[in-house]
Every structure is written in structure tokens, then in C-alpha cells.
């Protein structure tokens, strides 16, 4: 059973999704927040798997909320998926960079939204659809936003390099063993490394790592 949080301050969108989800097999809405204070209070209180995150809300925004949550170690295993729409590209970026998972468009799909709520619960980065990887890009290769830490990346192995290089054009585990010519296990076991040694939370921090750090850049995808 996953459960959800859903933090939006419209209560017709948190009604629609509630409804969504709880007609759906092997889901479990446990709470709802109209703004991201009540988001952070009730990810305390419920430990969610997931918290369904708007960006624009009143008071604590989306982006600080995440914040707080990812930055909460007894909240490890909360995951936060963002909600957003494609006329705000710095949203989504420092929405990755506070520790999301991933993000949807609004008016996604009622199946594909079921289907992130999976991934990102199974322990995935939403990072897969070409889109993700151009808003990250077009936001980083901004001068006024880089932020370079290479000290980040220092104790990263060149064959390390390689796989994160990968992660971050939005590569899966399968994918990577089949670029590199290894087995998933050993991708497998390469991401787990690198977000050891970087102090990474999840696949959408090691791609927000790697354009920052340098290791990525904009045309190299």
C-alpha cells in the first residue's frame, strides 16, 4: 500500500486527486494540506511514502516545505513528487535541488500520474522523460545559477564519472548496463556508491550534482 500526502491549496485539485487515487488498488490518501506548513506537519505526523507537492501555495511555499521534509532525517523515507507547470523552469530546478524526487505537469495524465506515484514509491527518480533533463539543463546553463562543487565529485572513480554522467541524461539502471556493457546489479551498485560518497538522497540529486559540479553540461545531451 503507498501512501500519499497531498499538499495543494485548491481544494478541487486535492479532491480530484483524492478521488484518483482511492479508487485505485494499492493506494492510501492520508492526509491533505492547503499550504506546505500543514504539508511538513502532516508529513511528521504520517510518515507518507510519498507527499504530492504543489510549488505555488500560500505561506510555506512547495520548494520550502520540500526543503523541510528532505531535510528531516527522521523523515528519510518521504518521498516528495512536485507538481508544476512548464512556464516556471526555476521551480522545478530548485525543487530537485531541495531534495524532490521529480515533478509533474499539472495536467498529467491520470494514468501516468499513477504511474510516477509508483516509481518514485518503488525508490526511482522521476527523471526518464527528455523534458526533465531540458528544464534542468536551460535553468543550469544559466550563468547567474551555476553553482560548481567540485569537491563534490572528488572522491567519484572515472568509471563512477561514467555512470553518473549517465544518470543525470535520465539513463535507468538497465540502460546503464547496457551503455557500459555491465550487468544492472553492477550499475545498480555503482548509483548506491556515488550517492554514498556524494551524500546524494535519491537519482534526482546526482543529476543535479553532475550539472553542477561541471561533469554535465547542457550540450553534451
Known amino acids: 500500500m503507498i501512501s500519499v500526502v497531498l499538499a495543494d491549496d485548491q481544494a478541487l485539485v486535492r479532491a480530484g486527486f ?14 491533505e494540506a492547503a499550504d506546505g506548513e500543514q ?19 500560500p505561506g510555506t ?47 498529467t495524465d491520470p494514468v501516468e500520474l499513477l504511474r510516477a506515484l509508483r516509481v518514485v514509491a518503488a525508490g526511482e527518480a522521476l527523471l526518464a522523460p527528455t523534458v526533465t533533463r531540458r528544464l534542468i539543463a536551460e535553468f543550469v546553463d ?46 545498480r551498485t555503482h548509483v548506491s556508491r556515488i550517492m554514498t560518497k556524494v551524500g546524494a538522497r535519491d537519482r534526482a540529486q546526482l543529476v543535479v550534482l553532475a550539472y553542477e559540479s561541471g561533469l554535465v553540461r547542457p550540450r553534451d545531451l
Do not use: W
Not at 18 to 31: I, S
Not at 39 to 57: E, G, S
Open 18 to 31: 483524492r478521488v484518483l487515487l482511492e479508487t485505485e488498488e494499492g493506494f492510501q490518501v492520508c492526509g
Open 39 to 57: 504539508a511538513v506537519a502532516l508529513a511528521r505526523r504520517h510518515r507518507p511514502d510519498i507527499v504530492v507537492m504543489d510549488v505555488r501555495m
Open 61 to 107: 511555499d512547495g520548494i520550502e516545505a520540500t526543503r523541510r521534509i528532505t531535510g528531516d532525517p527522521e523523515l528519510a523515507e518521504v518521498k516528495v513528487l512536485v507538481l508544476t507547470t512548464f512556464d516556471v523552469d526555476e521551480y522545478v530546478y530548485e525543487a530537485l535541488r531541495a531534495g524532490a524526487s521529480g515533478f509533474l505537469l499539472k495536467d
Open 142 to 187: 544559466r550563468p547567474e545559477n551555476r553553482r560548481v562543487h567540485t569537491g563534490a565529485v572528488r572522491e567519484v572513480t572515472e568509471r563512477e564519472r561514467e555512470v553518473l554522467a549517465l544518470v543525470a541524461g535520465g539513463l535507468s539502471n538497465e540502460e546503464i548496463a547496457g551503455q557500459l556493457v555491465i550487468s544492472t546489479a553492477t550499475a
